[in-house]
């Protein structure tokens, strides 16, 4: 049964959206951030660690007490664990009822410590997460926490979360209507539109304007080119076929280590210090990866080497449970594939790589 919702409390809702979207804006902007720079100082000390054994050790003995602790985060509130996307799924399904208050502060915490170190996650998902669990206590607080407005207005932040995630608002609202939300309701659009945008304006005020992924657009695919995208979209479909089934055997894997599940973070993390110490500009979510592919200096077999990294460690990352997202090292993945099929096909005569 429908329940009707009347225009003074759709207008309600759009602006209890906004703050959902200025509030969210903020959070997943200092979340952000923190990734950032983290990330930044990280890599400074893996380049430190080449010629400091010491450094080596206290890195090693770093990353066991992050796994702890973020083990612990987890063990507590084990719905923090991975991208949280399909935790706000159930939600919105009314499958479960979560605390947002210890979604909230635990999924921060413990996204930008796994994150930061360079381990292959995205801050897309968290950031989906604490975005959903900001709308949910923004109804909790105002009292607007009935079935269809509290729906609506974790779906808001949701949207609001990936929007300053990427800095793409559009994206964020119609990514929670379609993957998310399952339903276009014209209630939820309205709603989650206006507090994307206005989580949008925040990020815009902390980031710039310019785009997360900033592809260079001074060339162009000659139509008589097209028919390479077919291909390559097959191959695409087909890797994140094999791409799915070897994620999805991941906790398996890490289930004959004889560890504690909330635990298993401790292999990513210790193996991401000979990683950053070896490969200090490829580790991380990967969009820095994404635009400077053109370029880095290697030709096709530097590009199977790097796609088999990303590929094997992003598995390893993001099954073992810890917060993180897939969603950025799955679009890092599709970038080196679209690489790899460019320099093959010019290899054969059959693309040229640059264009007038």
């Known amino acids: 049964m429908k329940v009707a919702v009347t225009d003074n409390e759709k207008l309600r809702l759009t602006l209890e959206g906004i703050l959902v979207g200025i509030i969210s804006g903020i959070l997943v902007s200092m979340f952000r951030w923190s990734i950032a720079h983290s990330l930044k100082f990280y890599q400074g000390l893996y380049v430190m660690a080449r010629s400091n054994s010491l450094l080596v050790l ?9 796994a702890i602790f973020v083990g612990l ?20 399904g009314g499958e479960m009822h979560l605390n947002w208050w210890s979604i909230l502060w635990r999924k921060f915490v413990g996204g930008i410590l796994c994150i930061g170190p360079g381990l292959f996650l995205g801050r897309e998902g968290p950031s989906i ?11 909790d607080l105002t009292h607007d926490n009935r079935g269809v407005n509290q729906r609506v207005l974790i779906a808001s932040g949701a949207a609001a979360g990936l929007s300053a995630a990427f800095s793409a608002p559009i994206a964020g609202a119609m990514f929670v209507l379609e993957e998310v939300y399952h339903n276009f309701s014209p209630l939820v659009w309205i709603t989650a539109l206006a507090s994307a945008v206005s989580s949008n304006l925040v990020a815009l005020y902390v980031f710039g304007l310019q785009p997360v992924l900033q592809v260079p657009y001074q060339y162009s695919l000659p139509v008589k080119y097209y028919w390479h995208l077919v291909i390559l979209g097959i191959i ?13 055997s991941m906790p398996t894997l890490f289930a004959k280590t004889r ?3 909330f635990i298993h973070g401790i292999i990513p993390l210790l193996l991401i210090v000979p990683l950053g110490m070896m490969y200090t500009q490829f580790i991380g979510g990967g969009n820095e990866v994404i635009v400077n592919l053109d370029k880095f200096k290697g030709g096709l077999l530097f590009l199977l080497g790097l796609f088999l990294l990303r590929f094997v460690f992003s598995m390893l990352s993001y099954g073992s449970g810890l917060p993180g997202g897939i969603f950025l090292p799955i679009l890092n993945l599709g970038a080196i594939i679209g690489a790899i099929y460019a320099v093959l096909m010019n290899q054969m005569g059959l ?6």
């Open 58 to 66: 206290s890195l090693l003995g770093l990353m066991i007490v992050i």
């Open 351 to 356: 693309l040229p790589i640059y264009f007038e």
């Open 129 to 139: 997460q604490i975005g959903a669990a900001d709308g949910q206590g923004v109804g």
């Open 73 to 92: 985060l987890v063990k507590k509130e084990p719905n923090i664990s991975g991208s949280g996307i399909p935790q706000v799924e159930a939600q919105l």
């Open 236 to 248: 695409l479909g087909l890797m994140g076929r094999v791409y799915q089934i070897c994620t999805l």
């Open 259 to 261: 560890l504690p599940r």
